[in-house]
Nanobody, 120 residues
Framework: QLQLVESGGGLVQPGGSLRLSCAAS????????IGWFRQAPGKEREAVSC????????YYADSVLGRFTISRDNAKNTVYLQMNNVKPEDTAVYFC?????????????WGKGTLVTVSS
C-alpha cells in the first residue's frame, strides 16, 4: 500500500537547524508532486514547500524562503526539508504529501506528521 512516513522532528533552539525526511513506499516518488505542509495550534494548515511534477518547479512559502530547502533523493525514494535558522513561529506539526499531478492543499496522499518545536 502507498505510504508516506515523516521523521526528523524534535526540539530545536531558535537559530538552529533541523532536517526532516519523508520516506515513500508503495509508489515511485519521482512520478509525483511532493511537498511539505505544517499546522500550528489554532492555525490553518499551510503549504511550506512543494516540488511540482514534470518540470520540477519548487514553491516556497514567503515565511520560509531563504531558510528552508526541499530536496529529493530518487534512489532512496525520499524527500527532505532542510530547516535552517528556525524561528519559534516555525513550531508546528509538519506533514509530507504527494499527488499524481498537482501541488495543492488537497493532495492525494499524506503522512501522519512529525512535530517540530522551536524553543529556548
Amino acid at each position: 500500500q502507498l505510504q508516506l512516513v515523516e521523521s526528523g522532528g524534535g526540539l530545536v533552539q531558535p537559530g538552529g537547524s533541523l532536517r526532516l525526511s519523508c520516506a515513500a513506499s508503495g509508489f515511485t516518488l519521482q512520478g509525483y508532486a511532493i511537498g511539505w505542509f505544517r499546522q500550528a495550534p489554532g492555525k490553518e494548515r499551510e503549504a511550506v514547500s512543494c516540488i511540482r511534477r514534470g518540470d520540477g518547479y519548487i514553491y516556497y512559502a514567503d515565511s520560509v524562503l531563504g531558510r528552508f530547502t526541499i530536496s529529493r533523493d530518487n534512489a532512496k525514494n525520499t524527500v527532505y526539508l532542510q530547516m535552517n535558522n528556525v524561528k519559534p513561529e516555525d513550531t508546528a506539526v509538519y506533514f509530507c504529501a504527494a499527488d499524481e499531478h498537482l501541488c495543492s492543499s488537497a493532495m492525494d496522499y499524506w503522512g501522519k506528521g512529525t512535530l517540530v518545536t522551536v524553543s529556548s
